[in-house]
């Protein structure tokens, strides 16, 4: 790590910003904060430590919203080791902030943990992943579209323990909720009265529920068709689910595992036909403990034995996923090669359009003056080169 705090000036890269591969160009860094950037042919290297790029691509750091973990931990264990081990490893991959998720557990366990994180993002230093408010993959989901999630740790929202939970608002970017359980209207009303983001996921509801959602102030949804309602008969009658409100309502943000194992080439390019033009549309890892482990690794959710099969986690029974094991530099080439993005458009989901859903679009996921100097150096196959934190090359 080169904790130089001297001006840095990186040139001759192939630089993503503004939708474009800009050629040419000099990004300037002081004091953690980019504070140009300009034409090659109008700077003067004396007072800087010059970075030269070699024609690699530069883009900003890149933003993971929904990741659990990695490298046999997840968040949802409240100590230095576990989160240092998995904030080391993602940012060696490029990932500069993530939102750290939480999966369903007992509520005081996820008030240990909520504890922990506000503490952590107190004291966070470089050489790790920034940590922003935690995505809460809530307890308040439906049983019946829980996933890999343990059952023991559903709860409905007839207690006290949304209240308990919002007590830590201070630590949560995200809060999840299934729209047809019962006071779930009024759930996303407190949950976004304290400025989180209300998301709606793991459910089995249909389009009045989510409709209802939205106007109590739900705007986002967790990981499109994964453990998703989608459409369904009643009678004679076609009733959409959570998928085709998600995707024909351009205000509402929603997510993607690009993974090329959670979905499809084809389920992915209609979720992008549907919502790229809005912007509205991130790719994230949905990462957990099994990331970054070997095929046929061995690792548990929520008590579940799971394991490591063809490059995804799976349940022991192999009939449902168990989170992703790609980190989220490894989904650009797949969003580039199987959805038919352009390089930028697929830069784009991974750094500009989640930095703008976590509400951080004002320091966070671009390459412009005045922006935290969090970039990192790509090969053509998005293997990074470097990594710069905060103005620090922080990976190298």
């Known amino acids: 790590m080169n904790q130089s705090h001297r001006p840095l000036a990186i040139a001759n890269a192939q630089l993503i910003r503004n939708g474009e591969i800009q050629l040419g160009k000099v990004v300037l860094v002081e004091n953690g904060i980019i504070q140009a950037v300009c034409n090659l042919d109008d700077f003067s290297a004396e007072q800087y430590q010059l970075i030269d790029c070699a024609n690699a691509y530069l883009t900003p750091g890149l933003v993971d919203l929904h990741i659990h973990g990695c490298m046999t931990y997840t968040f949802n264990e409240p100590t230095k080791e576990a989160f240092e081990t998995i904030l080391k490893k993602?940012?060696?991959?490029?990932?500069?902030?993530?939102?750290?998720?939480?999966?369903?557990?007992?509520?005081?366990?996820?008030?240990?943990?909520?504890?922990?994180?506000?503490?952590w993002r107190n004291w966070q230093t470089p050489g790790m992943t920034?940590?922003?408010?935690?995505?809460?993959?809530?307890?308040?989901?439906?049983?019946?579209a829980k996933g890999a999630l343990p059952e023991n740790a559903i709860r409905d929202l007839k207690g006290n323990d949304l209240d308990i939970l919002l007590n830590h608002h201070e630590a949560l970017a995200i809060f999840m909720v299934a729209p047809e359980l019962e006071g779930a209207a009024d759930a996303f009303r407190k949950i976004t009265a304290y400025g989180i983001i209300g998301a709606m996921g793991h459910t089995t509801a249909i389009e009045n529920q989510?409709?209802?959602?939205?106007?109590?102030?739900?705007?986002?949804?967790?990981?499109?068709?994964?453990?998703?309602?989608?459409?369904?008969?009643?009678?004679?009658w076609r009733k959409p689910g959570l998928l085709e409100?998600?995707?024909?309502?351009?205000?509402?943000t929603a997510e993607i595992i690009a993974d090329n194992r959670h979905l499809p080439p084809t389920l992915m390019k209609l979720a992008v036909k549907a919502k790229?033009?809005?912007?509205?549309?991130?790719?994230?890892?949905?990462?957990?403990?099994?990331?970054?482990?070997?095929?046929?690794?061995?690792?548990?959710?929520?008590?579940?034995?799971?394991?490591?099969v063809d490059g995804v986690g799976m349940v022991e029974d192999r009939t449902v996923f168990a989170?992703?094991?790609?980190?989220?530099?490894?989904?650009?080439?797949?969003?580039?090669?199987?959805?038919g993005l352009t390089i930028p458009e697929a830069i784009a989901m991974v750094t500009e359009i989640p930095a703008r859903i976590l509400?951080?679009?004002?320091?966070?996921?671009?390459?412009?003056?005045?922006?935290?100097?969090?970039?990192?150096?790509?090969d053509s196959d998005f293997n990074p080169i470097k990594v710069i934190q905060n103005g620090i090359v922080v990976v190298e």
Not at 94 to 111: D, H, I, Y
Not at 359 to 378: C, P
Request: glycine fraction near 8%; hydrophobic fraction near 40%; charge should be negative.
């Open 90 to 119: 993602t940012l060696s991959v490029g990932v500069t902030t993530l939102a750290p998720t939480l999966v369903a557990a007992p509520t005081p366990e996820l008030e240990t943990t909520l504890d922990f994180i506000a503490s």
């Open 130 to 144: 920034s940590i922003t408010g935690a995505y809460l993959e809530s307890p308040f989901i439906a049983p019946a």
């Open 210 to 236: 989510v409709l209802e959602a939205i106007q109590a102030g739900a705007s986002h949804v967790t990981h499109l068709w994964s453990a998703m309602s989608s459409v369904v008969r009643i009678g004679p």
């Open 245 to 252: 409100v998600a995707l024909t309502h351009p205000e509402i």
């Open 276 to 308: 790229g033009d809005s912007r509205t549309l991130c790719a994230v890892s949905d990462a957990l403990n099994g990331a970054g482990l070997p095929e046929g690794s061995c690792f548990y959710v929520g008590g579940n034995r799971c394991q490591v």
């Open 323 to 339: 989170g992703s094991t790609t980190l989220l530099n490894r989904e650009i080439p797949i969003l580039i090669h199987e959805v």
């Open 359 to 378: 509400k951080l679009s004002h320091n966070k996921g671009k390459i412009e003056t005045r922006y935290d100097a969090d970039l990192v150096l790509f």
